[in-house]
Structure formats: structure tokens, C-alpha cells
């Protein structure tokens, strides 16, 4: 069960990331041509009014003033540790610090020891996501990046020993997919790509469900996409284990959602549920005439509420008829 206090946080983004949006981009630079990190003191010597920060943006240096140097670096380019051992000693209090670049270098060790050295950091996940669930709550831009980062690189590494850890990740991962600020956005939607594809569904698929029904749009649109995404993994089999019946109710609900993303998510699981059901039944998608009691269309009018059913009906059938047009 998720705490209180997690369902809180979904409700509403927090103020501070609003608040914290322009301060937090002056905690890293870079040159604009390229990967080479610079000091922020030599480029104010350069120009005393702007700096280069992002690849690109040009900011107020009297506002945005770094102090030291971040550099996020993808997975494929992460190398390895000259020493585990006392990596993995300085791991949790490394996570802990005050100090920020700290914490950042120690995120990205624990993102090499994912990737490298997988067993030898399976013990410590208790201890170890609280912590990189509170460097995600981090109002500093490059410690909350690269926290996220590490959440997929986690993700990759463990898939489904994540399971009972999985709550505090999601709830701050669909919060900074769900916020403004586009960089930190991003990355958590790959966090979550990430997650949806390491993570067998029907473990997934529950822990996703409740954020559907969030009273923020953007959270049950990101959680929409998640397990519209998730849903075809679980194959034939699995979607008829898990239930048709209640896939179908989900999708409904999210076909009159606020936002378009539910909405094509709904679509998209919709018309993934009706090719499963018709293969379940031996039916055809692209004939017509069905049995009808075994029909698609009984099968969601039995399911559903008559206004549901005739919008799932007609999302359906417009896909069948540009099936059979085009066949």
C-alpha cells in the first residue's frame, strides 16, 4: 500500500519545482559546442553578463551561477570501477550527503554497479532507492536528473526485484514526467519507457492502476501511457489471465479523459484487447458477420455501461472498417 503522504504528492506538482525551475539550471554548464564541461568562472570571464548552460541556453549569469561541474552521461557511455569494494562501502553515505556533487558522482556510481556489477548491489536496494528517491524529491535540477537516470538504469538492472521497492520510484517518477521542466520531464518519461519494459506487466499493471484515477490530469495521462504500453507484453495468454473484463473497463475510463495522450492511450489498449479477444474466440477482424453471442460487440456491451460501450464500439469499428478498406 502507498503511504498517504505519496498519494499527497500526486495530487498537486510541488511548488518548490516551480519555484526552484530557473535556480536549479545554474547548477551545471556547458560549452555550447559540445560534450567539454567549462568552469562557469571562465565563461563569465569571457562574458560577464551570460553563460552557456544545456548545450545551448543562454541565461543571465547574475541569476544562474553554477558551482561546480555536472556532466549527465548516458548509459552506453558509463565505464566501469577500478574498486567494487569501496565503492559499495561509500555508496549510502555518499547518497546521503549535503554535499550535491557528492551525491551526483555517488548516483552515477550506483548507476555503474547496475550495469556491472548487478549482484553485488542487490543486497543493499532496501536502503539503497530511498535514497535515490530522495535525491528525485532534490529541487536541484542536476541532482533530480541524474537520479532519474539512475532510476532506469536500476530498472534495466533488476526488473523484477524492484517489485516491493516500486511505489516511492513511481510516484516521483510520473511527478517529474508530469512538470514543465522539459529536460528533467524527458528523462523520466524514458525512466518510465525503461520501467514498463524491464518490469513483467502483471506485476506492473496493479501498481499503475490507481494513478488512472488521479485527480491530476498529467499524472493519469503518463500512467495511462505506461500501461497501455504494458498491457501487450503480457501476450494472449497473460491479457486472458489477467482479464479482458477488467482491461476493458480501464480502457473505457480513460476514453473520456481531459487529456489527448489518455485518450490514444485508451485507443491504442482498445484495439489491442479486440484482437486478443477475437484470436481467444476464433473470430475474424476483418468479417462482419460474428456469432453473436461470442461477438465483440456483445462482449463489451455485457461488459460496460451502454454510454461506455458505444464509445469503445466506436473506436473499434472505425479501426475494423479502415481494416477491411484497406484489405
Not at 1 to 12: E, I, P, Y
Not at 183 to 210: H, I, N
Not at 298 to 324: D, M, Y
Request: hydrophobic residues 40%; charged residues 25%; negative net charge.
Amino acid at each position: 500500500m502507498m503511504s498517504g503522504n505519496a498519494l499527497r504528492d500526486l495530487n498537486t506538482l510541488p511548488a518548490s519545482e516551480r519555484k526552484n525551475d530557473s535556480s536549479s539550471k545554474g547548477n551545471f554548464t556547458k560549452t555550447c559546442n559540445g560534450n567539454t564541461i567549462e568552469n562557469v568562472e571562465e565563461l563569465q570571464k569571457k562574458n560577464p553578463s551570460f553563460v552557456c548552460i544545456n548545450g545551448g541556453e543562454t541565461v543571465n549569469a547574475a541569476v544562474e551561477v553554477a558551482n561546480s561541474e555536472v556532466e549527465y552521461i548516458e548509459s552506453e557511455n558509463l565505464g566501469d570501477l577500478e574498486d567494487v569494494n569501496t565503492c559499495l562501502e561509500k555508496l549510502l553515505p555518499g547518497l546521503e550527503s549535503k554535499d550535491w556533487v557528492l551525491v551526483v558522482e555517488t548516483l552515477n556510481n550506483v548507476r555503474r554497479l547496475s550495469i556491472f556489477h548487478r549482484e553485488e548491489m542487490h543486497s543493499m536496494l532496501g536502503d539503497l532507492i530511498p535514497l535515490v528517491v530522495k535525491s528525485l524529491k532534490n529541487p536541484r535540477s542536476a541532482v533530480c536528473k541524474t537520479a532519474i537516470m539512475t532510476s532506469a538504469d536500476i530498472f534495466s538492472a533488476y526488473n523484477d526485484d524492484l517489485i516491493e521497492f516500486l511505489d516511492p520510484l513511481l510516484v516521483q517518477l510520473l511527478l517529474k514526467s508530469s512538470q514543465d521542466k522539459r529536460f528533467v520531464c524527458e528523462a523520466a518519461e524514458r525512466a518510465l519507457e525503461v520501467m514498463t519494459t524491464s518490469v513483467f506487466p502483471m506485476s506492473l499493471l496493479p501498481k499503475l492502476q490507481p494513478y488512472l484515477k488521479n485527480r491530476n490530469p498529467r499524472i493519469r495521462a503518463k500512467a495511462s501511457m505506461c500501461f497501455s504500453r504494458s498491457v501487450p507484453r503480457l501476450g494472449v495468454d497473460g491479457i486472458l489471465e489477467y482479464g479482458i473484463d477488467k482491461l476493458i473497463q480501464v480502457a473505457a475510463s480513460q476514453l473520456s479523459d481531459q487529456l489527448p495522450e489518455s485518450r490514444e492511450a485508451a485507443r491504442t489498449l482498445l484495439l489491442e484487447l479486440q484482437t486478443v479477444y477475437e484470436k481467444s474466440n476464433g473470430l475474424s477482424t476483418t468479417i462482419p458477420e460474428q456469432p453473436e453471442m461470442n461477438s465483440w460487440e456483445h462482449f463489451c456491451q455485457s461488459k460496460l455501461s451502454p454510454l461506455s460501450a458505444q464509445a469503445v464500439l466506436r473506436v473499434t469499428n472505425i479501426a475494423r472498417e479502415g481494416l477491411v478498406i484497406g484489405s
